[in-house]
């Protein structure tokens, strides 16, 4: 297969391309670097595996290089909730602009696949948890979960239209190496600064479900494989969840840091938009035979571990 992949420096894509690479396939990044890191894929581009573009989607230029691709994996977004209501119509921009630029190219180059990386944030305060993706109510609190759902919606209009097959992914938190942003990424660099004090935004109650990148990103490829509808929607996240202060905690942990104080910053949620409790059902997932054992507790220790370890230099 000829795969593009946008987005695919960043956290998520580049792992994304490590899998693609690893089953034979031939791969073509797109990627502006506004919050992706081109050694995330670096060894990739010297093996001649990995076909790089550094372009922009809102930009001309980049189109040409969809021609011939079997399936776009479209990554790319700006993907900062908390910083979403500072711009909103800049991230409409970069999120719901970006995306129909996509899939104008691709119908103009006649490519028919599209993945994308949709969120749980599409679901608003959803008052069904663990939250199925039939959920009836779907509400977003946050500039960029309305960006998202607006995405979904003309990913689906476009497959529906010109006869396409879609796969949309509501991811829960994904978490592991090479993370640039989110709570954990956010506690290391805290406690790089201040190792005897962590501020926690919100009162540390907020409990959501955390995903390891690897079990994700098994999961996407696991479902593109086993289904084929126009429009197939699914969320992909652990079975359990966990808590803001029991984070800060294995943080610390992890960092040698027994003694961190912590300090609250108040309120029932760190931020405007952000969701106190999110656990999404993934029954849909299990019921196509796919199967991860891995708590969000064993997630977030895994990846504040890899993260201590390997970008220790950059805090
Ligand atoms: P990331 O910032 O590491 O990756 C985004 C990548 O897209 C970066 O490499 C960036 O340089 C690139 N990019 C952004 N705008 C671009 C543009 N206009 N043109 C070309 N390239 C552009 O973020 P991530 O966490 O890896 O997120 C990847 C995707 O997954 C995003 O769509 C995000 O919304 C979605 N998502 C992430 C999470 C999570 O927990 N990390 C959860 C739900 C959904």
Redesign the pocket.
């Known amino acids: 297969m000829n795969a593009v992949v946008?987005?695919?420096?960043?956290?998520?894509?580049s792992h994304l391309v490590d899998a693609l690479i690893a089953r034979g396939e031939t791969v073509t990044v797109?990627?502006?670097?506004?919050?992706?890191?081109i050694r995330n894929i670096a060894g990739h581009i010297r093996s001649g595996a990995v076909r790089f573009i550094q372009?922009?989607?809102?930009l001309d230029g980049w189109q040409e290089h969809v021609a011939g691709a079997s399936r776009v994996y479209h990554?790319?977004?700006?993907?900062d909730v908390r910083a979403s209501a500072a711009n909103p119509e800049g991230v409409y921009i970069?999120?719901v602009t970006?995306t129909v630029r996509v899939l104008e190219a691709m119908r103009e180059a006649g490519c028919t696949e599209i993945v994308f990386?949709?969120?749980?944030?599409v679901y608003g305060e959803a008052d069904l948890i663990p939250t199925p993706e039939e959920y009836p109510r779907m509400e977003p609190i946050s500039i960029?979960g309305g960006t998202?759902l607006a995405c979904e919606a003309m990913i689906s209009a476009y497959a529906h239209t010109y006869g396409w097959k879609s796969w949309v992914f509501?991811?829960?938190?994904?978490?592991g190496e090479?993370?640039?942003?989110?709570v954990i990424w956010d506690f290391i660099h805290k406690l790089r600064e201040n190792p005897s004090e962590l501020e926690i935004l919100g009162d540390g109650k907020q409990t959501k479900s955390y995903c390891s990148v690897s079990a994700c990103i098994d999961a996407v490829l696991f479902t593109v494989a086993h289904t084929k509808a126009p429009f197939t929607c699914l969320n992909i996240g652990s079975e359990d969840w966990i808590d803001v202060t029991s984070i800060a905690s294995i943080v610390s942990d992890e960092m040698g840091l027994p003694g961190v104080s912590f300090h609250y910053a108040g309120g029932d949620r760190g931020w405007v938009g952000d969701i106190p409790r999110m656990l999404l059902s993934i029954e849909k997932l299990r019921s196509l035979g796919w199967r991860s054992e891995v708590t969000s507790e064993q997630a977030v220790r895994d990846a504040a571990r890899a993260l201590v370890r390997t970008r220790g230099d950059s805090f």
């Open positions: 946008t987005g695919g420096a960043g956290f998520i894509g797109i990627d502006n670097l506004s919050t992706g890191d372009g922009d989607l809102l990554i790319a977004a700006d993907p970069r999120n970006a990386t949709s969120t749980s944030t960029y998202k509501r991811f829960a938190n994904i978490i090479r993370s640039n942003h989110g």
